[in-house]
């Protein structure tokens, strides 16, 4: 066990994430307090606290209270009037303190409490989400990075904009780490739309398609070989790391995880990735292959983790804070901390050889009973639930023999169940066996036959809209019910997993099973299927045939049929691709979409196909033409901007394309901005005018509280019930007022929203340098309010 | 026989603003869209009521107590305005030495809105709570509430808001609500004056903040001045963020002295008078030797009982401006605290020679305070030893003085009573200023004193708690009172009065003796 190097309890809550340890007051060097003796000054804690008050906490605070000269025990608070909503803090060049960052819904505050000054105060009408410090190169100064809805800024230490992007979603976490080796740091965002991206300046390097909202990342300080490795949690329990662009391992558990650190626990030398749980699970793992080097369950949830020096010993603690307010520290120096690496050197070893390298849950960790077990366990299995199942049984393989003494009885009693399951297993088949014995030796062995096997294919459904998945098992054999994993990109609206049962589940089976696919999003990946067949319809035992079913990218298109009268509202994007023949673009298109989908053969230079997707049936049109003298100028046209863009990328990133520019001809899509831009700027002076009315409501409300105070002190009563009864009437006007600002608030993050989407997509229809040209450009248009000249950002036409 | 519309001019540059208000409504009756007549009515109401709002202006009570604006509760000493009483950067000595304002202030040399009547909330009391309410009003008047002088609740603005509606019988020149201000917006001319007469005349931020932005969009957020009246217009709202952005923005297209100064009053509203401090620099910069950012400056030093730095702004204010009352003023009243009388007595003297001037050029009846002059002379010529001046100059004070005033005057008679020896003079001159202001806690304290040499202990007592109820700032009645008690026996009520005093002055070697001891008799 790791005794905590000190607890606290503060007496309020610590909501998740809403914490952060900075040096408000100084320099870390010598304070001279009043004994006159120099000691180190430990960090100071900053909680946000309820009642829109941030709380600062410094354990010299707390040795004050204890000498009991304090009265106000030690613990200070920040009025701040509005919704904190992110906490963070950073020094800048320069400075010799840390100067607290505070977001909310519409402003970002940056605050010097030491000075007790603003050192700026700017609004952030997205929303602050998230909030990083950090220097990113080719940018000279420490910037503070601010992810709200669709949206990525970063300020400077004056509070102007110096950075500015445009993402898919919420921006909910981001880290700056080198992911890509080169020496400089990226900035790696993870966003609700299950993406995360890396930045170098303002273009988007690579983006890496999750199964769920990522809610967590944090960069890995490791030796040489590992520095591009960053740590990822998902809104579904799932934490893992990243190599760059390739996921070393990750793990699923049922809670939610609320905060990740990387920090070195055992003292070996090699950080470990930290991550707290809803369910108050403290855990470190290997980074190197997810093992569990250390666990514990604190009573309350834990809502943040941080590391640094908050009692001012000179060494970096791990900082535990829980929801009940409680705040403990652990020492990875300790005694303690170095017994936890030699108990667990020599087990390691044997976990490593087995999983490194590979994706933990892909190496099909689960045997085939277990998922039987889950199957007959609990038939409905296409719901979250049974995923959940699977998953947290997994998590018990995962455990390492360290974890298992630590919750020895748990596993124990688990190995017994395991036990039993295996010798009825093997009490079966001596059955069987002796069934066997008796005569009519094939039919009656719940085996396979030698060359059984199972097929499966993926066609389009045009029918049902569809893809459908056909799953044919060799002759003879029955196919009893089917998983289908999708464990990269999050196709499927119930989770990683759909199921498929032959006649819903009552056993009678057939050669042949067809489950229906609807992937929610075009994203190329591949399909895990485990086919669970069986000799019999009845037999009891079912063998697992796992299979991998690629799908492509475009695998929801298919060919036209009628394309008569889409002709009208269709938008386009032309671009020319240097250095590249017609058969190479061909090529690459054949190998995003289904087969037989593209032409084979072109004609005279020429291609041309029309698609119509089966989601929505909206419709994609690409014609290439070879260039006389080298290159392919193509246009891709469809009814919605995304799709261009999606087809856009996709190619470039077929071809290989470095830097692509194209003129975008979207009427439809530019009519929407420019109705949703004057929406914008109505919502935004009908704030502005509720702001000032609510603001001088709530002046009369104080001078009425003023007058009837006086009333009172003079006992006039007529008076005192005369402005009591306005005071009200006047706070019920304040409440109407407040409800309409926030409908208000809404309407315009939601416009806003949409704004930052369509100059993202806009942006992705372009490749390299000319697409982050395109957002700066858009950031410059929309800063001074020039439609025209966003338009001509997001067409590239000198006019419309 | 002139033009009317000349005539009407000509008052308006003479500022016979009402003359030049009677003849454009005559104008305007006869025309109603004369649009030259308009702006001058106009500008004539705005002048007629307007107050230059640069540099001060007093915090109402709902302000002072229900102001939630300053983000750190407990700021570090010396970086707030609103501390309590035993921060700051001055010496200790400090605080024998120099006598409180009520607001529980050191005295400033000059008296202004903020000095006087100090509304914010002390230690111990939770802002808005109606215990601080209660104390609030105690201090805006004398004595009780609601007494001396309407209590108002948001300050100057709203009551001249309502001051300047009763001259137009006929309805209101101007009625906003009935206003198409988009249209304004585009006749820069006219909106400003509209802006001005909204903020100065009507008191209507919120109409006037409306024109603001609609002609800022009108000129493309390029016009400084738009920028800086949409700061005004948030700030009266309350909405200092906004306003600190609009100051901010407006300083960028143009740097003026008057904007600096808003965006001053804005932190100093946050309570962050360091970026107050910073906003002044800058301005300096831009305007070297200004006299008005530097006393700005120089107050916020003295809110922030930074005295040296304070007495500093104030010198470069007079090597700018060598008249200038607030400085003359503030220097003298240092230098007389600091004892050094003889000098203290040249600055007012300058003072004096400043006010005969003015008397004779303006030929107004008032001059510039003279009770208080007269009196701080008188205490500067006793304490250099001009003994003859001394009552003379005191008559003089008297004779001038009013209810506000003459208690301190009497006080500092007593005082000098006192310092003679003649303890019988002092003792009736004591009785004389508590009569005329029954909340006067220093004449009460040397009451008591006088009381307790005269051996009327139970008089002594009574008169140390009347001066500790009716100001919870001074140490000297609860050490004074802990002191009797101790000498009378009664070591409990001595020892809780004494640890009164220690809150209040933490470095009173005294009251830190007195404690002392009795925790050593008692524990």
Redesign the interface.
């Known amino acids: 066990m790791l005794a905590p190097s000190f607890r606290t309890k503060l007496n309020t809550p610590i909501q998740p994430g809403l914490a952060c340890l900075g040096h408000f007051?100084g320099d870390a060097d010598a304070v001279h307090d009043e004994q006159g003796g120099g000691r180190r000054r430990g960090a100071t804690l900053a909680i946000a606290s309820s009642g829109n008050?941030v709380l600062l906490h410094s354990s010299s605070d707390t040795a004050a209270a204890r000498g009991g000269h304090d009265e106000?025990g030690g613990a200070?608070?920040?009025?701040?009037?509005r919704q904190v909503s992110a906490l963070s803090c950073g020094r800048f060049k320069g400075g010799s303190r840390d100067t607290l960052l505070v977001g909310s819904t519409s402003?970002l505050l940056a605050?010097?409490?030491?000075?007790?000054?603003?050192k700026f105060?700017a609004?952030v009408p997205e929303g602050v989400r998230s909030l990083r410090f950090g220097n990113l190169h080719g940018i000279g100064e420490p910037l503070i990075f601010v992810g709200g809805d669709c949206s990525l800024q970063g300020f400077d230490r004056s509070g102007t904009e110096q950075f500015w992007t445009v993402v898919g979603g919420c921006a909910t976490s981001m880290i700056l780490a080198d992911v890509d080796r080169d020496g400089k740091d990226e900035l790696v965002v993870g966003s609700d739309d299950f993406e995360i991206r890396a930045f170098q300046n303002e273009q988007s390097l690579f983006e890496i398609t999750e199964t769920e909202s990522v809610q967590h990342l944090c960069p890995l300080e490791t030796n040489e070989a590992h520095s591009s490795r960053f740590a990822y949690g998902l809104r579904n329990g799932t934490i893992g790391v990243y190599d760059g662009k390739t996921r070393v391992w990750r793990v699923k558990a049922k809670d939610d995880v609320q905060a990740m650190v990387a920090y070195d626990i055992d003292g070996d030398g090699v950080q470990e990735i930290i991550s707290g749980w809803s369910n108050g699970k403290l855990e470190a793992r290997r980074h190197e292959d997810g093992s569990v080097v250390y666990r514990e369950t604190l009573d309350s949830p834990i809502t943040a983790l941080f590391t640094g020096d908050f009692r001012g010993t000179g060494s970096e603690e791990l900082i535990c804070c829980t929801l009940s307010g409680e705040v403990r520290g652990y020492d990875g120096h300790s005694q303690d901390a170095a017994n936890l690496r030699t108990f667990t050197g020599a087990d390691a070893y044997n976990f490593g050889e087995t999983t490194s390298g590979m994706d933990a849950l892909a190496a099909g960790r689960f045997s085939g009973d277990e998922v039987m077990r889950a199957l007959r366990g609990d038939l409905a299995i296409e719901n979250d639930a049974g995923d959940q199942a699977i998953a947290s049984s997994l998590m018990h393989q995962q455990q390492d023999p360290r974890a298992r003494v630590s919750t020895h009885n748990a596993e124990l009693a688990q190995l017994q169940e395991q036990l039993t399951l295996k010798t009825m297993e093997l009490r079966s088949l001596e059955d069987n066996l002796k069934h066997a014995d008796a005569g009519n030796m094939h039919e009656s062995l719940g085996s396979l036959p030698a060359h059984a096997g199972v097929n499966v294919t993926l066609s389009q459904n045009l029918e049902a809209s569809c893809l459908d998945l056909c799953v044919q098992a060799s002759e003879g054999c029955l196919v009893h019910s089917v998983l289908i994993f999708s464990l990269d990109a999050g196709l499927f609206t119930e989770g990683e997993c759909v199921a498929g049962m032959n006649s819903a589940g009552t056993g009678a089976a057939s050669g042949r099973l067809v489950v229906s696919l609807r992937p929610l999003k075009n994203a190329a990946t591949k399909l895990r299927v485990q086919a669970m067949v069986s000799a019999r319809g009845a037999s009891e035992f079912l063998h697992i045939f796992e299979l991998e079913q690629p799908l492509r990218r475009f695998s929801m298109f298919a060919p036209a049929q009628d394309t008569s009268d889409r002709n009208r509202s269709l938008g386009n994007a032309s671009f020319f691709v240097p250095n590249q023949t017609l058969e190479a673009v061909r090529s690459a298109s054949d190998r995003l979409f289904e087969e037989n989908t593209v032409p084979k053969e072109h004609v005279s230079h020429e291609l041309c196909f029309e698609l119509a997707s089966l989601r929505d049936d909206s419709l994609l049109r690409i014609t290439a033409a070879e260039e006389p003298n080298g290159g392919v100028r193509m246009k891709v046209e469809s009814t919605t901007l995304e799709i261009v863009s999606e087809f856009v990328q996709a190619l470039a990133r077929e071809l290989d394309l470095q830097r692509l520019e194209a003129c975008l001809d979207f009427p439809t899509v530019l009519h929407h901005l420019e109705g949703l831009l004057a929406r914008v700027a109505e919502l935004r002076?009908l704030r502005?005018?509720l702001?000032?009315?609510m603001?001088?409501e709530?002046?009369y409300i104080?001078?009425?509280?003023?007058?009837a105070?006086?009333a009172r002190?003079?006992q006039d009563v007529t008076n005192l019930t005369s402005t009591y009864a306005d005071l009200t009437s006047v706070n019920l006007q304040l409440i109407g007022e407040y409800n309409k600002r926030s409908n208000n608030q809404a309407e315009l993050l939601a416009a806003l929203r949409e704004v930052n989407q369509i100059i993202q997509r806009a942006s992705q229809v372009r490749v390299g340098a000319p697409q982050a040209a395109v957002v700066s450009a858009c950031r410059k248009a929309l800063k001074s309010q020039s439609i025209p000249a966003l338009f001509h950002a997001i067409t590239s036409m000198k006019s419309s | 026989m002139a033009s009317p519309a000349f005539l009407a001019m000509s008052r308006f540059r003479r500022r016979r603003y009402e003359e030049c208000v009677d003849l454009c409504s005559e104008i305007l009756a006869e025309n109603p869209y004369d649009k030259a007549i308009w702006l001058l009515k106009t500008q004539a109401l705005t002048a007629m009521t307007f107050i230059d709002d640069s540099d001060l202006e007093e915090l109402g009570i709902a302000d002072a107590v229900m102001d939630d604006n300053a983000t750190a509760s407990m700021p570090r000493p010396g970086t707030s305005l609103n501390g309590d009483n035993a921060s700051g950067k001055g010496s200790s000595l400090d605080r024998v030495m120099r006598p409180m304002s009520n607001a529980g202030r050191p005295n400033s040399g000059f008296v202004r809105p903020s000095t006087q009547n100090g509304m914010r909330p002390g230690t111990g009391e939770t802002p808005g709570s109606r215990a601080a309410l209660e104390s609030a009003m105690r201090k805006t008047g004398s004595s009780r509430p609601g007494t001396s002088r309407p209590v108002t609740a948001l300050g100057r603005h709203v009551r001249l808001g309502t001051a300047s509606m009763r001259a137009e019988s006929d309805g209101p020149f101007i009625d906003v609500s009935r206003m198409d201000l988009q249209k304004y917006a585009h006749r820069p001319t006219l909106a400003r004056a509209l802006c001005e007469f909204l903020l100065y005349h009507d008191h209507n931020a919120r109409k006037a903040l409306e024109l603001a932005a609609e002609a800022t969009s009108a000129c493309n957020f390029e016009d400084w001045f738009w920028k800086s009246r949409l700061g005004k217009c948030y700030y009266l709202l309350g909405l200092y963020r906004d306003a600190e952005q609009q100051f901010k923005s407006s300083l960028r297209t143009q740097q003026s002295v008057d904007t600096f100064l808003d965006l001053g009053k804005v932190y100093l509203r946050l309570d962050q008078p360091q970026n107050a401090l910073d906003a002044y620099a800058q301005a300096l910069e831009a305007f070297p030797g200004s006299t008005a950012v530097l006393t700005a400056k120089a107050r916020t030093y003295e809110m922030m009982r930074d005295g040296d730095q304070s007495l500093r702004a104030f010198k470069d204010v007079l090597r700018h401006d060598p008249s200038h009352v607030e400085a003359i003023a503030s220097l003298g009243a240092h230098y007389f605290y600091s004892d050094q009388p003889e000098i203290a007595l040249r600055f007012y003297r300058r003072l004096l020679e400043i006010t005969q001037s003015t008397e004779s050029a303006s030929g107004s009846a008032r001059s510039y305070a003279s009770t208080e002059l007269w009196n701080n002379v008188a205490l500067c010529c006793f304490h250099s030893g001009q003994y003859d001046m001394t009552m003379r100059c005191f008559e003089n004070a008297l004779a001038s003085a009013d209810d506000s005033n003459m208690a301190d005057v009497w006080f500092n008679v007593g005082h000098v009573g006192v310092s003679l020896g003649d303890l019988g003079f002092a003792y009736q001159c004591f009785k004389v200023a508590v009569s005329i202001d029954p909340q006067h806690v220093e004449a009460y304290n040397n009451l008591g004193v006088l009381e307790v040499r005269k051996g009327n202990q139970e008089d002594a007592a009574a008169d140390f708690a009347q001066a500790r109820s009716a100001g919870s700032f001074a140490y000297e009645p609860c050490f004074n009172g802990a002191l009797l008690a101790y000498k009378r026996g009664d070591f409990p009520t001595s020892l809780r009065l004494a640890e009164a005093s220690r809150v209040l002055f933490s470095d009173h070697p005294e009251t830190l003796e007195l404690v002392e001891m009795l925790r050593a008799k008692l524990v």
């Open positions: 007051e008050r106000s200070r608070y920040l009025n701040l009037n402003s605050y010097d409490v030491h000075d007790n000054s603003d105060f609004e002076s502005q005018r702001n000032a009315e603001a001088d709530s002046n104080k001078s009425l509280v003023v007058r105070e006086d002190v003079l």
